[in-house]
């Protein structure tokens, strides 16, 4: 089995030039990530004003990051990206492409055949599709084995986590390269074998969101207080280590010592949920009104601005910490 880590069959990617394809939030986002690695990226947009606003958009991030210390200088990254109208321009001497179109299957079938008439048959092509099995819009190419996805999280010039995703066809060399370019570009990729609908990220959040929700709809604990268990608690060794990880040191011989005293309590909680869906529209709508009075709709915004100067500051404290 490949590992996150395996990179024989990797080409060099010092070199490689990078396009971003979609200017949305993504596609900026990885333009950052690129140029600030030092990389040269080339980016394109179907929508001349979504390109045209790119620029300022990534020029304000930049400014952000440098405020919090995390980028030297706005201009010396700004230097590595272009903005280019026209697809196959926009595409020459691309080594590896981003794909940040929007989240549908059609729409990248679409994207992929133009894209593949732009770029060398050699030219991995990845895409940052949140949830999207890559074979579903890359078998219809003449060289699918150079598709695969590299899911970030948003946004990735602050979150490194990338799923690096390969299909089927994927040649081990696209998924190894694309695993060295992540690498180079300060993100942490991670493997996952195969394809699953939500990858592994979304799954995890997805069972921690099931279970919030269907605590908070029985009236076991209020939204304030979910949170709180995960900000106060379980949060604050996740920022630093895995599930894994921390249920090995929290019985004194290990993962086995502590699957023989929890074991049973988690296994039993599991067979108690049910699959009754707790998406429905009662909880929501109490959620809704629990969170509008903690946080009134007026103040979404600022506490959007807040959460970012939350997690550039956690990031900064982050790297000067040596592991
Ligand atoms: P967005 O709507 O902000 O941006 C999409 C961009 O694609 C738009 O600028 C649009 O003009 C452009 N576009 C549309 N058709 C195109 C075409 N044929 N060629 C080139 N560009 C085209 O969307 P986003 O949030 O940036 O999401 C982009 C991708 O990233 C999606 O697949 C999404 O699932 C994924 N993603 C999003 C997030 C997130 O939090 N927003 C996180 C991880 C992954």
Redesign the pocket.
């Known amino acids: 089995m490949q590992s996150t880590t395996a990179s024989s069959q990797a080409e060099p990617v010092s070199s490689m030039t990078i396009g971003v394809?979609?200017?949305?939030?993504?596609?900026?986002?990885w333009a950052i990530v690129f140029a600030r690695a030092g990389f040269s990226v080339s980016v394109?947009?179907?929508?001349a004003d979504?390109l045209k606003n790119a620029g300022e958009a990534i020029r304000q991030s930049l400014m952000d990051l440098q405020q919090a210390g995390l980028v030297a200088g706005v201009d010396h990254v700004m230097k590595h990206i272009r903005f280019d109208a026209d697809?196959t321009s926009a595409m020459q001497g691309v080594g590896y492409v981003q794909?940040?179109?929007?989240?549908n299957v059609e729409?990248?079938r679409?994207?992929y055949l133009?894209l593949e008439a732009a770029v060398s048959d050699e030219t991995i092509l990845a895409?940052?599709?949140?949830?999207?099995a890559a074979s579903l819009f890359s078998d219809h190419l003449q060289h699918p084995q150079r598709c695969l996805v590299a899911?970030?999280?948003?946004p990735p010039y602050l979150i490194p986590l990338v799923e690096v995703v390969p299909t089927p066809a994927t040649s081990e060399a696209a998924t190894a390269t694309t695993l060295k370019l992540m690498e180079a570009a300060h993100q942490a990729p991670i493997l996952v074998h195969k394809e699953i609908e939500g990858f592994v990220l979304n799954r995890l959040q997805g069972a921690l969101l099931n279970e919030a929700l269907r605590l908070f709809r029985d009236g076991y604990v209020s939204a304030e207080d979910l949170d709180k268990t995960v900000k106060y608690g379980l949060g604050l060794r996740w920022s630093f280590m895995g599930p894994f990880e921390t249920i090995d040191l929290n019985a004194p011989a290990g993962v086995v010592d502590y699957a023989n005293r929890y074991g049973p309590l988690y296994h039993k909680v599991d067979q108690q949920r049910g699959d009754e869906n707790p998406w429905d529209e009662a909880t929501l709508n109490a959620l809704d009104k629990e969170r509008r009075t903690l946080l009134p709709s007026t103040d979404l915004s600022a506490r959007h601005e807040w959460r970012d100067r939350r997690l550039m500051a956690l990031m900064a404290h982050q790297r000067s910490m040596t592991e």
């Open positions: 394809v979609g200017a949305g939030l993504i596609g900026r986002a394109y947009d179907i929508n979504a697809l794909e940040c179109g929007p989240e729409g990248k679409a994207i133009e895409s940052s599709t949140s949830g999207i899911h970030p999280v948003n």
